[in-house]
């Protein structure tokens, strides 16, 4: 059984810094899709930065560009999200997902497709 787990969060000022850790288990490749996802009160989940299947290819959102930077280490199954200048925007519930078939398309200018499998989520608040 696959389980997606998130770690990290918390409450930072604007300006701050967070890591947030995604780790996956129950996989029986390191062929998969990963991404971030967010979600803010009185909005829809959007997409926040993607890896693709072949672990090469990553995706940023327009809003997080150059202040996001994903990172992935196969070995220990993981996905780090560093957040780095963090804006009151920023705040929201951030989801980790993982999909191991080839639906889920990755690429610089998007990512696109239904994650199989997903975290419960950490919380991450910036303050003004």
């Known amino acids: 059984q696959v389980k997606v787990v998130e770690s990290g969060g918390g409450l930072v000022q604007a300006g701050g810094s967070v890591t947030l850790s995604c780790s996956v288990s129950?996989?029986?490749?390191?062929?998969?899709?990963m991404g971030w996802f967010r979600q803010a009160p009185g909005k829809e989940r959007e997409e926040v930065a993607c890896?693709?299947?072949?672990?090469?290819?990553?995706y940023y959102a327009d809003s997080v560009k150059g202040r996001f930077t994903i990172s992935r280490d196969n070995a220990k199954n993981t996905l780090v999200l560093q957040m780095n200048n963090l804006q009151p925007d920023d705040t929201a519930m951030y989801y980790c997902?993982?999909?191991?078939?080839?639906?889920?398309?990755?690429?610089?200018?998007?990512?696109?497709?239904?994650?199989?499998?997903w975290g419960q989520g950490t919380q991450v608040t910036v303050s003004s």
């Open positions: 890896n693709s299947w072949s672990g090469t290819l990553d």
């Open positions: 129950g996989v029986t490749s390191n062929k998969y899709a």
């Open positions: 997902a993982a999909d191991p078939g080839v639906q889920v398309l990755v690429s610089e200018t998007m990512c696109s497709g239904v994650f199989e499998y």
